[in-house]
């Protein structure tokens, strides 16, 4: 009863925030930051009604109360404990969000089932993360065939999946070392590039950044890092150096640049950036470029152009010399 209970209570909140316009006040109690309140929020395209339970529990007793779309925004019930592992297994917003609206091709009954998830995670990773991974999908007991049935592939995308998860962490570290600002970040930087820096107590451009690191898919993180894990490898155990790589993804207007630096003063390594950053948008034609520097193996800097900003000769001249020698890899990321 505490589980029916509470996922309809869990549900008023998604509902009001669907069903109030933004002018309506919104906010949350957060454990850390007290009340937080929002001025407008982005277009919900989906409402997750969480409840905890150790044990399946079936909510079609009360399926009534527990609408799968409301006011066209799908509804999707389940364990915190559930949701808190595919949000640790997928890593990323776009992944989770897919996953959820995959979910939404099983069978109505399963979909107000909470606390039993793990075989329907498993079956999602066996098919690579496909929308259609449940179209043919019967319920728990047909998904728990499918993984004893095929064990080993469902290994293999377990495998898959920790090597993405172990170079994802390499971005997930940097952007998350952005939630705060070295009290020392100007010291030793040109008048040109302290300007460019939020004014303390503001966040809006460190959030800009956080939002182009957290908006990436899983294998789109896991190659960004490790191609970033490779270079800062490079410079592991050195006490002076400058080294750097590039990596683009398919469908992205964006080039990112990865270096690692040792022993390297901030005027000298601020000037190589914004050349190399110049260069990368001219050599790979490209809208934007975010450069993500190892520093001195402690600490991480971080440069994004503005997307107004068009290369001129000198950035040519500079893609040719910096990147034109590249060697070039593809790497396929289409599967989780």
Same mark, same amino acid.
């Given at each position: 009863?505490?589980?029916?209970? !509470?996922?309809?209570?869990?549900?008023?909140?998604?509902?009001?925030?669907?069903? +109030?316009?933004?002018?309506? $006040?919104?906010?949350?109690?957060?454990?850390?930051?007290? #009340?937080?309140?929002?001025?407008?929020? $982005?277009?919900?395209?989906? @409402?997750?009604?969480?409840?905890?339970?150790?044990?399946?529990?079936?909510? +079609?007793?009360?399926?009534?109360?527990?609408?799968?779309?409301?006011?066209?925004?799908?509804?999707?019930?389940?364990?915190? !404990?559930?949701?808190? +592992?595919?949000?640790?297994?997928?890593?990323?917003?776009?992944?989770? &969000?897919?996953?959820? +609206?995959?979910?939404?091709?099983?069978?109505?009954?399963?979909?107000?089932?909470? @606390? /039993?998830?793990? $075989?329907?995670? %498993?079956?999602?990773?066996?098919?690579?993360?496909?929308? !259609?991974?449940?179209?043919?999908?019967?319920?728990?007991? /047909?998904? #728990?065939?499918?993984?004893?049935?095929?064990?080993?592939?469902?290994?293999?995308?377990?495998?898959?999946?920790?090597?993405?998860?172990?170079?994802?962490?390499?971005?997930?570290?940097?952007?998350?070392?952005?939630?705060?600002?070295?009290?020392?970040?100007?010291?030793?930087?040109?008048?040109?590039?302290?300007?460019?820096?939020?004014?303390?107590?503001? #966040?809006?451009?460190?959030?800009?950044?956080?939002? &182009?690191?957290?908006?990436?898919?899983?294998? %789109?993180?896991?190659?960004?890092?490790?191609?970033?894990?490779?270079?800062?490898?490079?410079? #592991? @155990?050195?006490?002076?150096?400058?080294?750097?790589? *590039?990596?683009? *993804?398919?469908?992205?207007?964006?080039?990112?640049?990865?270096?690692?630096?040792?022993?390297?003063?901030?005027?000298?390594?601020?000037?190589?950036?914004?050349?190399? *950053?110049?260069? *990368?948008?001219?050599?790979?034609?490209?809208?934007?470029?975010?450069?993500? &520097?190892?520093?001195?193996?402690?600490?991480?800097?971080?440069?994004?152009?503005? $997307?107004?900003?068009?290369?001129?000769?000198?950035?040519?001249?500079?893609?040719? %010399?910096?990147? @034109?020698?590249?060697?070039?890899?593809?790497?396929?990321?289409?599967?989780?």
């Amino acid at each position: 009863m505490w589980v029916l209970k !509470n996922v309809q209570d869990a549900l008023k909140p998604i509902r009001g925030s669907i069903k +109030n316009p933004d002018d309506r $006040p919104k906010w949350c109690d957060h454990p850390r930051r007290g #009340r937080v309140e929002f001025k407008t929020l $982005p277009r919900i395209i989906h @409402g997750v009604a969480l409840v905890e339970t150790w044990r399946p529990v079936d909510l +079609n007793q009360i399926a009534d109360e527990l609408p799968l779309e409301y006011l066209g925004v799908p509804l999707t019930y389940m364990s915190i !404990n559930d949701f808190l +592992n595919v949000v640790w297994q997928l890593r990323t917003l776009p992944e989770v &969000i897919e996953y959820l +609206n995959a979910r939404r091709k099983l069978p109505i009954a399963c979909q107000r089932m909470i @606390g /039993d998830e793990l $075989p329907f995670y %498993e079956l999602y990773i066996m098919n690579g993360g496909l929308a !259609n991974s449940f179209t043919a999908c019967l319920g728990h007991t /047909d998904a #728990r065939r499918a993984a004893d049935t095929h064990d080993d592939l469902l290994q293999e995308a377990l495998d898959r999946s920790e090597e993405h998860k172990l170079y994802s962490s390499e971005i997930e570290h940097v952007a998350h070392a952005l939630s705060t600002r070295d009290p020392n970040y100007a010291d030793g930087l040109p008048p040109e590039a302290v300007a460019l820096f939020d004014k303390d107590g503001e #966040r809006k451009n460190y959030l800009i950044l956080q939002e &182009i690191l957290a908006d990436m898919r899983l294998t %789109e993180r896991a190659m960004m890092g490790r191609q970033f894990h490779t270079v800062a490898e490079s410079m #592991r @155990g050195k006490t002076e150096g400058f080294i750097f790589a *590039a990596a683009t *993804a398919e469908g992205r207007d964006s080039v990112f640049v990865f270096i690692s630096s040792r022993g390297i003063d901030k005027t000298t390594r601020y000037v190589r950036a914004k050349r190399l *950053a110049g260069g *990368a948008l001219a050599h790979y034609q490209k809208k934007n470029c975010l450069v993500i &520097i190892d520093r001195d193996g402690k600490h991480y800097d971080l440069m994004l152009t503005n $997307p107004e900003y068009e290369p001129d000769a000198n950035d040519i001249t500079a893609g040719e %010399e910096l990147f @034109g020698h590249l060697r070039m890899q593809t790497v396929d990321i289409r599967r989780l």
